[in-house]
């Protein structure tokens, strides 16, 4: 479940700190002199969340990093819920954008594996809910970029909107899966090969082959494979390839015309 969420800072505000870059940086009327900016506050605030998690986040620990006191901070930025959103854009930001060269497969690809990536280096990004996302000039370029590699196909605009949507949206549950077994790899030392052969024992009692026949085979080949329960990167790279046969083929369908009555 999302523990912040995007878009419910005052528009105004939150859209020309966003732009600051074009329309200039904001300067508080009011307050002590700045001693830092805005971009240095975006930049704290995400090196707590990617150290501590986004429920870490206040503004208060966000000062505390840039030796500030806790009411100076708010100079820079007016509240959390403008900074959230500071934070998304910034790091969507942070990886450049590929050549939209290949075919449709490779240009799909790149668009999941660029999400991929961010999720894997900000894990609190899938605590965000981003249903009214930030329209900052990160987001809108990425926006733009991934709806370029399917411009020109013969999809209508909405369509366009849906594919996107679903690659983007299909990444998180597996970045999630691979993040969760990384963090218990970290925290508790017995390996996924130990606790399978700790269970083993039971299991050959429990999980009878007639009335488990099918799971049972399934899930031998899969622990012989994996040495753990799950592989979450292959299982990415896996569906991924799936969910783009399925846009491959319905792209084919949109640009085919219908058959003569």
Do not use: C
Request: aromatic fraction near 6%.
């Amino acid at each position: 479940m999302a523990t912040e969420s995007t878009g419910r800072g005052e528009p105004d505000r939150t859209l020309r700190l966003l732009w600051r870059h074009r329309l200039g940086e904001p300067v508080g009327s009011r307050g002590p002199k700045q001693r830092t900016s805005v971009d240095a506050v975006v930049d704290a605030a995400i090196a707590l969340a990617d150290e501590e998690g986004i429920e870490s986040l206040s503004m208060r620990r966000v000062a505390e990093r840039l030796g500030l006191k806790p009411m100076s901070v708010y100079t820079y930025v007016p509240g959390k819920a403008e900074l959230v959103d500071l934070m998304v854009d910034r790091v969507a930001g942070e990886q450049p954008l590929p050549d939209l060269d290949g075919d449709l497969r490779a240009r799909l690809r790149r668009i999941a594996e660029l999400a991929w990536n961010e999720y894997l280096r900000h894990p609190w990004l899938l605590a965000i809910d981003t249903s009214r996302p930030p329209l900052g000039p990160n987001v809108s370029d990425r926006w733009e970029w991934s709806l370029r590699a399917i411009d020109g196909l013969g999809l209508g605009d909405l369509d366009m909107d849906h594919v996107i949507t679903l690659i983007t949206g299909y990444v998180s549950a597996p970045a999630r899966a691979h993040l969760d077994a990384e963090r218990l790899r970290r925290t508790v030392a017995e390996t996924d090969e130990e606790w399978w052969q700790r269970n083993a024992p039971i299991l050959e009692e429990i999980m009878d082959a007639e009335r488990y026949p099918v799971s049972g085979r399934v899930g031998s080949a899969a622990g012989a494979e994996y040495n753990a329960a799950a592989d979450p990167q292959r299982s990415f790279a896996f569906g991924l390839e799936r969910v783009i046969d399925g846009i491959e083929a319905y792209v084919r369908s949109a640009a085919t015309p219908p058959a003569a009555s």
